[in-house]
């Protein structure tokens, strides 16, 4: 220290003594220097080492031991929200600890939050069980995503690609955001191309498909509720005072009314054509809605494993409400959605029923064959 003092203040003294303290500022920078480009190779390696392994977060790897462990935050409430929130963009708001007060503006900086662009997209099928695979996938602590449904691509689009960013919650570096908008599945000439161009072409696609008979007796009842007056074609749509009325001709008994767009909707496998052109089979995720109804987490895994995060999910994480029934979350509370999720449908009669199922039917096996998938639906007439 005292070298450096001397130097400073008496910087005309001899060429010896200068040099000296060159030589010496000169090592200690190149220690300084291998020190942290050693600590920084230590550090990489260290992560190479974890992720051989399968895992994909720091501390899921036990060094003692030297194996993976399991998620604390599975289990553990106070661990959950350490992970959901103090490790992430938010506020951990009281329950049921939705993504609603970003931490400040400095700590956001710290944490590397932004608003990113989905990397995986919930593109249908509406009434299909869209929202409750979303709120249930929203559980997970890697997972971020915006409340209401963002439209962009097929209503929105005018408004530019930063508004949709906009949309998005802020995501921590380790975190994915996903978006649900179940219509972009019955625009599959402009939807699929869209995101490719405007997000990435490695965007993942999540289509939850369901019995098509009981999604329109669904879809139905909700256009009912929405148009208590109702009246011929919303865009395409024809909605009349009786189920029966709205889906099979008047005049010709017994046929289907297939350009009536809510029917129009179940036949999956002609839009799913256009899905499959622009994105190959391995960044389409399909899940059968019925099978997602009866054990959630089953599917909630292949959806981990699809995504790549690490994995949470588990059996606790939900309970078969009695009341409801439906599946409702049990972790970190006990949560359910809300009325219009799960309704009384209205009584329709066999006769119908059959009329559309067999309508479906051969679509459905030409999507089974498409998609090498065996839907439980398909052997129902
Ligand atoms: N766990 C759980 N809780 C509640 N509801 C569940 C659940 N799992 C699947 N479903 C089915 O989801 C149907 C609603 O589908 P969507 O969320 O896709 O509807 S929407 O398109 O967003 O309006 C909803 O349709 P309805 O029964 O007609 O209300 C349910 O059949």
């Known amino acids: ?49 974890i992720m051989a392994m399968g895992a994909t977060d720091d501390d899921e790897y036990d060094h003692e031991s030297g194996r993976i462990v399991e998620w604390k935050a599975k289990y553990d409430r106070d661990e959950y929200v350490y992970q959901k929130f103090n490790r992430s963009c938010y506020m951990p708001n009281m329950p ?108 993942k696609i999540i289509l939850i498909l369901c019995d098509p008979v009981h999604r329109l007796v669904s879809d139905y009842l909700e256009w009912t509720m929405k148009q208590p007056k109702f009246s011929l074609g919303m865009r395409h749509k024809f909605i009349a005072e009786t189920f029966e009325k709205s889906v099979i001709e008047g005049d010709r008994f017994g046929t289907v009314n297939m350009f009536n767009e809510i029917v129009d909707l179940g036949v999956y496998v002609k839009h799913m054509i256009r899905w499959f052109e622009y994105f190959p089979p391995g960044q389409i995720m399909i899940i059968d809605g019925e099978t997602f109804k009866l054990n959630p987490v089953q599917e909630l895994q292949r959806l981990e494993d699809f995504l790549g995060i690490r994995p949470f999910f588990q059996t606790e994480h939900f309970y078969y409400d009695s009341t409801k029934n439906f599946f409702c979350m049990a972790f970190p509370e006990k949560r359910c959605l809300g009325s219009s999720k799960g309704r009384t449908h209205p009584d329709i009669s066999e006769r119908i029923l059959k009329t559309l199922c067999e309508y479906y039917r051969p679509y459905d096996i030409t999507l089974s064959k498409m998609t090498d998938m065996t839907f439980s639906w398909l052997g129902k007439c």
């Open 1 to 49: 220290m005292s070298y450096v003092f001397r130097y400073v203040a008496y910087p005309r003294r001899g060429f010896r003594q200068n040099s000296l303290i060159s030589l010496l500022v000169l090592l200690s920078l190149l220690g300084y220097l291998y020190y942290t480009a050693s600590v920084r190779l230590k550090e990489i390696e260290r992560q190479q080492r």
């Open 96 to 203: 049921p600890y939705l993504l609603k007060t970003p931490v400040k503006e400095s700590v956001l900086k710290q944490r590397g939050c932004e608003r990113r662009l989905p990397s995986a997209i919930i593109a249908g099928v509406r009434k299909c069980g869209t929202t409750p695979l979303m709120n249930f996938l929203l559980l997970h602590p890697s997972i971020v995503g915006p409340g209401p449904e963002p439209h962009y691509f097929d209503a929105q689009y005018d408004k530019g690609i930063d508004w949709y960013r906009n949309q998005m919650p802020y995501s921590a570096p380790h975190q994915i955001t996903i978006e649900k908008t179940p219509t972009y599945f019955i625009h599959p000439h402009d939807v699929p191309p869209k995101i490719r161009m405007d997000v990435s072409l490695n965007t």
